[in-house]
């Protein structure tokens, strides 16, 4: 249940937002928390859509527009839905459009509407998109109007909420979503409804005996065409012209036709319909058509002041590594246990087990998408070896098609139907492309315009669908040399589009150790991690690795570096052990490369292993520079100190003749 609190949250500020700028009057509905209805009951009919009775024991009736007592309201419960009350009071009604048990609520009412746009052609009225992507289309109500609160208008999936009624406004949570406005409040009042639409949610208008006109995939539903049809009696004339003449612009067009067969209608209207008004309804219809038609053909830039995007904090799947709503990318060479490390996080992500690191893992559903492992002989066994619930773990075999061909799955061509499949299965947490590059379709992976054209409306789906994508990628070869950012297969988009991205790597000192490291992270600082591969499973180290990534790139012929390196370390060893951690923070501080450090502990014989769970480093029983044995005296840092006392400062050699 959700528990008293000392802020009100967004949806509070919404709720005050929505009092004193509009005017509707607000109550709290209980929210929804790990997809249970916040009022406690495990099997709540009404999930999220009923008011708090505690607070509001008169449910919508108690609706305010006080300030002082929403407040008071969202201060108690912070995460309580916003419930709108419709009618008189708040001067609005509206039109519901459910999408239930297949049926599709907004398409029916675009076959209602007189240009077959429906719920589109509202563009200059608030409106918002439901959490269970629905749609609330927002009209301004008269002192007088007859519009009341009711259901299955004409036999459809189209609501109307009005007097006696209340809506479910966003910021609000729904088991599948979160609603939110798609033209806001703020910036446009509500209109007043057409006579469409009155005629609809009065129950006015007449729309039996109908049948269907299909063009180009746009349905109008209309008795006859304006030839045929015997004309209609007082108060349905205008919703059936309407119809009529929507009807004939899509599947004739504009034509000089038009007006005289609409007036000719008009007059087979009893009583007759004035010629005055039919011109005036056809030559609205004809304007709205032109605008639509250019609209199609000539782009808009949307332009939205940040004064009307709300603040939001980072989602984490992983906390600082792996981000809910974002594209992610892990690298590696072949071999190195890429898709063993993204297979134990699916099967973390399946059970709710903790991270390697310690965070929390919220469980949920994994879609795992693979070209390069069979799902019965390779994915499942491993993930049995990691303990999944593989209930939780779906294997995406393809995209089947109308004529029951089982298609391959690409990324520039099947994403709407993937979007559908996550909407449909719910409390997806993450998908997994491996490689992504395998489901690139027909596009050119060495392009960046052409990369960035299929991964940002991935990465859009991640946002809309609040789940983490991850690709897995391979690395270039014979390219050590450059940077990690750049050695990720195909273009630098993959890593440009994608907010972070981590390379698994083999630790060059210990062939059976790999390294988990960050490559390019936007949304947080978090540090590398190393494990190992044992018996089919993924076994983490505790310790953070700190080592940066282009340091296990570093290479040089010259021996001065390693020299000076090798002189530094046994400086630090020489008093007794010291952590591994301890030494990486130094040597980075000093700038000493990684790859250097360790060659230079190679060398000189440096042992480690682990001490109360830390590894450690042990000094060597002497240092060799240039072929020749010196004393650990004859190298002298300027201001340094012992790594258990302080940080070392710059690293500075100075020759000394030998003892």
């Not at 001067?91 to 398409?107: A, E, M, Q, S, T």
């Not at 008004?277 to 609209?295: C, I, N, P, S, Y």
Request: net charge neutral.
């Amino acid at each position: 249940m959700i528990k008293p609190s000392n802020r009100i949250g967004k949806t509070g500020e919404a709720a005050i937002s929505l009092a004193g700028e509009r005017g509707w009057l607000v109550f709290p509905i209980w929210g929804v928390t790990d997809g249970k209805c916040g009022c406690g009951d495990g099997d709540c009919k009404s999930v999220g859509k009923h008011p708090v009775a505690k607070l509001v024991p008169n449910w919508f009736k108690q609706a305010t527009t006080d300030s002082t007592l929403i407040q008071r309201w969202w201060t108690a419960y912070p995460e309580a839905n916003l419930g709108v009350r419709t009618g008189i009071e708040s001067g609005i009604f509206v039109v519901d459009l459910d999408r239930k048990n297949g049926i599709d609520g907004p398409r029916q009412f675009a076959e209602l509407s007189p240009d077959s746009f429906g719920y589109d052609s509202f563009d200059d009225t608030p409106k918002a998109v439901t959490g269970s992507d629905g749609r609330h289309i927002v009209f301004k109500l008269a002192d007088n109007s007859e519009v009341k609160n009711s259901s299955k208008l004409a036999g459809l999936n189209i609501d109307c909420r009005g007097v006696g009624g209340y809506v479910v406004a966003p910021p609000s949570q729904h088991i599948a979503g979160e609603y939110r406005w798609e033209i806001s409040q703020r910036y446009f009042e509500p209109i007043d409804p057409p006579d469409w639409i009155l005629e609809l949610v009065t129950g006015k208008g007449g729309t039996e005996g109908t049948a269907e006109i299909n063009s180009d995939s746009v349905s109008f539903t209309c008795r006859h065409d304006l030839k045929s049809h015997p004309g209609s009696p007082e108060g349905e004339r205008n919703h059936t012209l309407c119809q009529l003449v929507g009807a004939y612009l899509v599947t004739i067009g504009l034509t000089n036709d038009l007006i005289p067969l609409a007036v000719a209608w008009g007059r087979r209207c009893k009583p007759a319909y004035s010629e005055k008004a039919v011109r005036k309804t056809v030559f609205g219809l004809a304007e709205k058509h032109a605008r639509q038609d250019q609209k199609k053909a000539a782009p808009k830039a949307i332009l939205l002041p940040y004064s009307g995007i709300e603040p939001q904090t980072v989602k984490w799947l992983w906390q600082d590594r792996i981000a809910i709503g974002k594209l992610t990318i892990v690298s590696g060479d072949p071999g190195l246990g890429k898709t063993f490390v993204l297979l134990d996080i699916t099967a973390r992500v399946s059970r709710g087990m903790d991270f390697p690191d310690g965070a929390k893992c919220q469980r949920g559903k994994v879609i795992f998408l693979t070209a390069e492992d069979g799902a019965g002989d390779t994915i499942r066994p491993r993930l049995d070896a990691m303990d999944a619930s593989v209930e939780n773990v779906f294997h995406f075999e393809g995209i089947r098609s109308g004529n029951d061909v089982l298609d391959f799955f690409q990324l520039d061509k099947h994403l709407t139907a993937l979007r559908e499949t996550i909407s449909e299965m719910g409390d997806v947490r993450l998908f997994v492309l491996d490689p992504i590059t395998a489901f690139m379709g027909d596009t050119d992976s060495h392009k960046n315009a052409d990369v960035r054209r299929v991964l940002a409306p991935l990465a859009k789906l991640a946002e809309e669908q609040n789940i983490a994508v991850v690709g897995i990628s391979h690395q270039t070869k014979g390219s050590a040399q450059f940077k990690a950012i750049y050695r990720t297969m195909g273009s630098l988009a993959f890593v440009a589009a994608a907010r972070a991205a981590w390379a698994v790597v083999k630790d060059p000192d210990d062939d059976d150790r790999r390294l988990f490291l960050p490559v390019k992270n936007n949304l947080a600082d978090a540090k590398g991690l190393a494990y190992r591969l044992e018996d089919g499973r993924v076994v983490w180290e505790p310790d953070p690795v700190l080592v940066s990534i282009d340091d296990l790139s570093e290479s040089s012929p010259d021996d001065g570096p390693k020299d000076e390196a090798k002189a530094w370390l046994f400086g630090q060893l020489e008093q007794g052990p010291v952590t591994a951690n301890a030494i990486q923070k130094a040597s980075k501080a000093d700038g000493i490369g990684f790859r250097t450090l360790k060659r230079a502990k190679k060398e000189l014989g440096v042992m480690s292993k682990k001490v109360d769970d830390a590894w450690t480093w042990f000094p060597p029983p002497q240092l060799e520079v240039g072929g020749e044995k010196v004393e650990p005296e004859s190298f002298q840092f300027k201001g340094a100190k012992s790594l258990r006392v302080g940080t070392l400062g710059p690293l500075e050699r100075q020759k000394a003749n030998p003892v």
